[in-house]
T-cell receptor, first 116, second 112 residues
Framework: EADIYQTPRYLVIGTGKKITLECSQTMGHDKMYWYQQDPGMELHLIHY???????EKGDLSSESTVSRIRTEHFPLTLESARPSHTSQYLCASSPLGTGSPYNEQFFGPGTRLTVL | GENVEQHPSTLSVQEGDSAVIKCTYS??????FPWYKQELGKGPQLIIDIRSNVGEKKDQRIAVTLNKTAKHFSLHITETQPEDSAVYFCAAGYNQGGKLIFGQGTELSVKP
């Protein structure tokens, strides 16, 4: 069982609210990722970080922002939530290094966000 | 850009039958190909992976094959059981780790 946690697990919120989705891991992993998962299942990378104070945008454009002030913590923030942000958000982490076991990404359980 | 195509999107089999899921990738520099299983209400979990210096890898009832020339790889599950029912994702990446490009997912249903 991977030691990566996401809170809240479910969030229903009104349009225009600011929200922060929390992600923490206790494995000391340098690399962390945020994915947005469609109702149709597909995973889209929206942000990633390869270490403290390092963040990059992923392949899918997102209005969210992230920060990486501590190795174990990678929160995602939406300044003004909209119905189009309704989705499942998955956080993952992987260790720094080449080859096995450094490739494996460990996923959290996800946050299901609904914006009314 | 980099792309991974996965088929089929849904697959229904009888318990005990085999299931095969296929993926193709576009980036010829990719050399790491993992498969993830996602159960309802959970995040994806790695079940098997293969690197470009290996053509086939097996772990009990699951096996993965890789054809680097054709840029495709497949997941084979034999003697399927109801607990194999889940969404399966293929992905492509690099041996030095980092970003993965995921396929669209396959919802496997194993009927008892």
């Amino acid at each position: 069982e991977a030691d990566i946690y996401q809170t809240p697990r479910y969030l229903v919120i009104g349009t225009g609210k600011k929200i922060t989705l929390e992600c923490s891991q206790t494995m000391g992993h340098d690399k962390m990722y945020w994915y947005q998962q469609d109702p149709g299942m597909e995973l889209h990378l929206i942000h990633y970080s390869y270490g403290v104070n390092s963040t990059e945008k992923g392949d899918l454009s997102s209005e969210s922002t992230v920060s990486r002030i501590r190795t174990e913590h990678f929160p995602l923030t939406l300044e003004s939530a909209r119905p189009s942000h309704t989705s499942q958000y998955l956080c993952a982490s992987s260790p720094l290094g080449t080859g096995s076991p450094y490739n494996e990404q460990f996923f959290g359980p996800g946050t299901r966000l609904t914006v009314l | 850009g980099e792309n991974v195509e996965q088929h089929p999107s849904t697959l229904s089999v009888q318990e005990g039958d085999s299931a095969v899921i296929k993926c193709t990738y576009s980036d010829s520099a990719s050399n790491y190909f993992p498969w993830y299983k996602q159960e309802l209400g959970k995040g994806p979990q790695l079940i098997i992976d293969i690197r470009s210096n290996v053509g086939e890898k097996k772990d009990q009832r699951i096996a993965v094959t890789l054809n680097k020339t054709a840029k495709h790889f497949s997941l084979h599950i034999t003697e399927t059981q109801p607990e194999d029912s889940a969404v399966y994702f293929c992905a492509a990446g690099y041996n030095q780790g980092g970003k993965l490009i995921f396929g669209q997912g396959t919802e496997l249903s194993v009927k008892p």
